[in-house]
């Protein structure tokens, strides 16, 4: 498993030297339990954006439309744990495997 978590931010260093360093260490300790990867990418916004800023990773999504296959997004207010994750991809392998799974899409 593949993960890149996108951080849009209009802070151009949202870290302390600490956290960036704890973030590391959650990053590769979670490549080593599941011999994926897991990476973390900052990328700065004009802060004068507002809430046209929510909208910003339509853009790096399209851009890396053939690197991955499941794109989430989520805001500051929601909460996305990988079990959730995992329950999407397993529906999503169900449907495949469905006479009718055409009929219908998750989301």
Do not use: W
């Amino acid at each position: 498993l593949r993960v890149t978590i996108l951080l849009y931010t209009a802070d151009s260093n949202p870290y302390t030297p600490k956290e960036r360093e704890e973030l590391q260490a959650l990053c590769d300790s979670c490549t080593g339990r599941t011999g994926g990867t897991l990476a973390l990418e900052n990328i700065a916004v004009d802060a004068q954006l507002k809430f046209d800023a929510t909208m910003q990773h339509r853009k790096e999504f399209l851009r890396r439309i053939d690197e991955y296959d499941l794109f989430v997004y989520s805001e500051d207010d929601v909460h996305i744990e990988l079990r959730h994750i995992a329950a999407y991809v397993e529906a999503s392998s169900h449907l495949a495997r469905s006479e009718d799974g055409h009929k219908y899409v998750l989301g």
